[in-house]
């Protein structure tokens, strides 16, 4: 039967299984077979004799360790699968700290405390100390203990090391003392957080010679998947429990290490066999998903990483087709051409929508996707996330749009009447719901008048609720006067919104003011559309309004609910595959991201990043990039991203049909050197993240704004729909109107006045 098993696997995979002799360090390229070298592997152990309870097999997901087993349970049989010891690393180590709790103090049904539990105990004890939550935001404060667990940095360790001094010099000087106190609190409610359970299973380990000598006796082999995701805590248990006997086997691509924001610290994989005497590597380097022309793509990107395991890549599928890079000249342009392209190949191949993945760098970009997807008809989702509409920031601003064009409407006045804070709590909320149903009125009926209705609140509230009127007011005053976009964006500036929002530098954070900055990009360019296609020269708040209820109504979700076109950051796509990938937003300013480019460390993990996105394709893989992007309240011009230029060019075809002037720069980049962002792009400005700033006007291109020089049968170059040509002109001065078919954006017709464009033909 052993032959029979190890027929199924080819000779790098073979030698990987067979090998059982001391430390072995098994890198798997993209597509390489890597749980099914482990499943074997596993089998393999079993079937020489070993005990399923002796083997231990640490992973990453509850869902990896569930798959895993099912394919060992069908290869060696359900009865001696069930026995092994094979989870997640927290699901594990939970398990071993229940029986072993009393050594350490707790009680054997210690509580586990998830993220929420830790934010809102380390919330009350900021309050207790009478420190300011604005200082000390509680998210801040409990993601930063969590990283110095991941470090095993305990509390008191913490308070005299340089992490203490940083908290100093950020002014936030009592952070240790909270950690103590959080400590202290967690030991009183018999409970640990996520992190404990690797902390403390670190501590009984090493304080605990007698017990670590048991798990080691017991785990006479140990098996870690996706070795390049661990952070330091998990590689030194998983050290203490395997270096006496070295029966250790680890998988995983240092080539796909793309999460050190959460603690991932690719040095355990680059440094394993220094770590351990006489460690063997294997390397897997068959690529069953991609076409060779995508392996051998990725592989030219990846070779200009200077810290890495190396390794040659390899498929036997298929030829296939070179990476195609589509420069658009903006963003709009940019969706319009993914979206032609996912239904013309999707025509050609008779394939499904389910086939097809957009991945993108930051959660913003999802937004010019979905709205042309919506305009197309053509179904899709957001994996692992919400639509660009459903969050919670996005639906916090269009429901103060809402409330100043309509205060009457009440869901959106719930919503906004105490964000951000402004002291009128649940309590007054009931209160004015209550004599709002007596009479029969709206909430806002009652908030402008609450002598007439007799509403029973303090002096304090009533001058709250007061100041909270004359806001909206001010803002339902300038409804006819100015523009969505004008009126949008000091909605978001006097609302409070913008500092709630910038207040803090967590990457959900970060998140949450790139979904901003995209919000007022897309409210701008859609004003600047409507003039520009002459739909009125004032575009109101109510007009944005409308167009946002038809792109948030979910028609696309209709038909067959699994098949829809996926739309995903690269983080969460890891692990996954498509027959069509598109990469989006090759730029600098966003792949690779401006927080990363001072930093040789974090650009190589970029160009990891992009890596992983390539080799996600089975079949296409189609890179676009945009000329133009709004962002920071203008046009902005952008230049293509330095990893296109790390590509062998001999495996890339430029689809420049069209002549976008963004081609030449690509022959005229340097491709590793570090640079910082430009100004005006810069996300982090200091300590805080800029914002926006109110619309800057773009200047006209010289041959714009009704020139005389334009006829009919002219091939124009704009701004926003790319290349064009112009097929009808009418009209006189003013009011002169050009009718232009453009390649990937159909027929428009221009308001010359408005137009930005430059006749190339």
């Not at 006997?245 to 355990?268: K, L, M, P």
């Not at 680059?270 to 068959?286: I, S, V």
């Not at 919400?386 to 205060?407: M, T």
């Amino acid at each position: 039967m052993n032959e029979n098993l190890l027929e199924q696997l080819n000779n790098g995979q073979r030698a990987a299984v067979e090998y059982c002799d001391g430390p072995q360090l098994v890198i798997a390229g993209a597509g390489s077979g890597k749980t099914r070298v482990l499943t074997y592997k596993i089998a393999y152990l079993l079937q020489q004799g070993m005990n399923p309870w002796n083997i231990l097999a640490l992973t990453f997901t509850n869902k990896a360790a569930r798959e895993m087993k099912e394919r060992i349970a069908r290869l060696v049989g359900e009865e001696r699968a069930r026995y092994l010891q094979m989870g997640t690393f927290h699901s594990v180590f939970a398990r071993i700290l229940r029986t072993e709790a009393q050594v350490l103090g707790f009680q054997s049904n210690f509580t586990i405390y998830d993220q929420s539990d830790s934010r809102s105990l380390v919330k009350s004890i900021i309050k207790e100390m009478q420190l300011d939550d604005k200082t000390y935001k509680p998210a801040s404060v409990a993601d930063r203990i969590s990283m110095a667990k991941n470090h095993l940095l305990l509390p008191q360790a913490y308070a005299q090391s340089g992490w203490a001094t940083d908290d100093a010099q950020h002014k936030r000087p009592a952070v240790k003392d909270i950690y103590i106190r959080y400590s202290e609190r967690c030991r009183q409610a018999n409970a640990m957080d996520f992190d404990d359970l690797l902390v403390y299973t670190y501590l009984l380990f090493k304080q605990h010679e007698d017990i670590c000598q048991k798990y080691i006796e017991r785990f006479q082999y140990v098996l870690v998947d996706e070795y390049q995701d661990t952070n330091y805590a998990q590689q030194e248990i998983v050290v203490l429990l395997t270096k006496a006997h070295g029966h250790i086997t680890v998988v995983g691509d240092d080539a796909q290490s793309i999460y050190s924001f959460r603690g991932a610290n690719i040095d355990n994989i680059l440094g394993f066999q220094k770590r351990y005497d006489n460690a063997k590597l294997f390397k897997l380097e068959q690529n069953y998903r991609s076409t060779q022309l995508i392996v051998q793509a990725a592989n030219s990107l990846i070779r200009h990483n200077q810290r890495q395991i190396p390794k040659n890549v390899f498929s036997e599928n298929d030829y296939g087709e070179k990476l195609t890079l589509k420069p658009a000249y903006s963003d709009k342009e940019e969706a319009m051409i993914v979206c032609n392209d996912v239904k013309c190949i999707k025509r050609k191949e008779q394939c499904r929508y389910s086939d097809f993945a957009i991945l993108y760098r930051t959660n913003s970009q999802s937004r010019s996707f979905e709205e042309q997807m919506r305009k197309d008809g053509i179904p899709y989702r957001i994996y692992g996330g919400l639509s660009f509409y459903q969050r919670k920031e996005i639906k916090d601003i269009i429901a103060y749009y809402r409330v100043v064009s309509n205060p009457n409407d009440e869901e959106a006045m719930r919503r906004i009447i105490n964000y951000p804070t402004r002291g009128i709590g649940d309590t007054t909320v009931n209160k004015i719901t209550e004599v709002a149903n007596i009479h029969n009125v709206s909430l806002w009926m009652v908030i402008s008048q609450p002598a007439l209705f007799h509403l029973d609140v303090s002096k304090g509230t009533a001058a709250k609720l007061d100041a909270f009127r004359l806001l909206i007011e001010g803002w339902t005053h300038r409804i006819e006067k100015e523009d969505a976009y004008e009126l949008g964006h000091a909605i978001i500036m006097e609302s409070g919104i913008s500092k709630d929002i910038y207040s803090s530098s967590l990457p959900e954070d970060l998140s949450r003011q790139e979904n901003l900055e995209e919000f007022l990009s897309g409210m701008q360019d859609f004003v600047e559309g409507r003039k520009e296609e002459n739909m009125g020269d004032q575009i109101s708040l109510s007009d944005f309004l409308q167009e946002v209820a038809l792109l948030t109504d979910l028609d696309s979700d209709s038909g067959d609910a699994d098949d829809k076109v996926t739309l995903m950051t690269i983080h969460s796509a890891k692990g996954l595959e498509f027959p069509t990938v598109f990469v989006v937003g090759l730029e600098e300013n966003i792949f690779p991201s401006p927080l990363c480019t001072n930093s040789m460390r974090e650009l190589e993990e970029e160009r990891r990043l992009l890596y992983v996105a390539i080799t996600r394709a089975e079949k296409h893989c189609i890179m676009t990039c945009a000329q133009n992007r709004w962002r920071y309240g203008k046009m902005e011009y952008d230049t293509p991203s330095r990893f296109i230029k790390d590509i062998d060019p001999g495996l890339l075809f430029v689809d420049s049909e069209g002549g976008s002037s963004i081609i030449p720069s690509l022959n005229s980049r340097s491709s590793s050197r570090i640079q910082s962002p430009r100004p005006s792009a810069t996300i982090l400005g200091g300590p805080k993240p800029r914002f926006v700033p109110l619309r800057e006007e773009t200047p006209k291109p010289s041959s714009s704004v009704g020139d005389a020089g334009l006829k009919e049968g002219n091939v124009i170059e704009h701004q926003r729909f790319g290349v064009g040509k112009v097929i009808k002109i009418e009209g006189m001065g003013e009011n002169q109107k050009a009718t232009v078919e453009f390649k990937n954006a159909g027929t428009k017709q221009l308001l010359l006045k408005f137009a930005k464009y430059r006749i190339i033909g």
